[in-house]
């Protein structure tokens, strides 16, 4: 664990694997922090430096006064690679990550190398599903939290995932219940204002979209149309709710991998 001192706190990090490779840089969904990518650890520090952050807001990252913006969190990453010394990396963000993602591709594609965006939108809903959730949080504060993450399983997970895997679904949404309830709604109100729709087009690096063909919060329509919408992307669905690179596990972190390290 490392963090790096940002002009309004430190951003939290961990760096992991043979030193030289290439660097692969891992972002958090929304309500989550870095280890929610343990499951990939194993496979992906065979080949890659990795680099998983808690994003603004969450874990042992800084919690500033919100609403962010998906270009706060972006510039974030960027200001990691800086202080690191990092020029380039490959990206892979899930959800709100996949945000991140599609925003440094848009705008700082100069500093990727290849581009994974998971279970996410050019859009992620409307207001009136976001205000009310921010609402809520701020008023009930860690109340609100240990609600969220109850009503998470069934949106993160498939049933027959979570009764299989039960201390996953667990490890996973433990992590919601434990986010700073301030942290969590101004990252609600970035995704909520985020809308890529008419920039997304402007990705000119070899990107990768990932769906999970069970996802109500970012169904597969909103992933075909990234891949639409930018030239050569590739595309893959697996059998997940939410968060496919936990419950698709190992096929996940496969194909990740052989798009990474294709030619």
């Excluded at 939290?12 to 343990?38: F, I, K």
């Excluded at 279970?119 to 609402?135: F, H, L, Q």
């Excluded at 995932?161 to 219940?177: N, Y």
Aim: hydrophobic fraction near 45%.
């Amino acid at each position: 664990m490392g963090s790096v001192q940002l002009a309004d706190g430190e951003l939290n990090y961990q760096l992991e694997g043979p030193e030289g490779a290439p660097v692969l840089v891992l972002s958090n969904s929304l309500g989550t922090d870095l280890r929610m990518w343990d499951t990939q650890m194993p496979a992906f520090t065979e080949h890659f430096r990795v680099l998983r952050l808690d994003t603004r807001g969450h874990g042992k990252s800084l919690v500033t006064a919100g609403p962010y913006s998906i270009e706060q969190l972006g510039r974030d990453v960027l200001a990691l690679l800086d202080a690191l010394n990092i020029e380039r990396a490959h990206f892979c963000g899930l959800s709100m990550g996949g945000l991140i993602g599609q925003w440094l591709g848009i705008n700082a594609g100069e500093r990727l190398l290849k581009l994974v965006v998971c279970n996410t939108a050019a859009k992620i809903g409307t207001a009136d599903i976001w205000n009310p959730r921010i609402e809520m949080v701020l008023r009930d504060g860690p109340a609100a939290m240990v609600a969220l993450r109850d009503a998470s399983i069934a949106r993160w997970f498939t049933a027959d995932f979570a009764q299989a895997h039960p201390e996953q679904a667990q490890r996973i949404t433990d992590m919601l219940a434990a986010t700073d309830p301030a942290g969590y709604a101004a990252n609600c109100g970035a995704v909520r204002d985020a809308d890529l729709r008419e920039q997304v087009s402007l990705i000119s690096v070899p990107t990768l979209v990932i769906a999970g063909t069970e996802d109500a919060v970012t169904p597969p329509s909103g992933s075909r149309f990234i891949q639409e919408q930018v030239r050569g992307a590739e595309y893959a669905e697996f059998y997940a709710a939410h968060l496919s690179n936990v419950q698709a596990g190992a096929a996940f972190s496969d194909r990740v991998l052989a798009f990474l390290l294709a030619d």
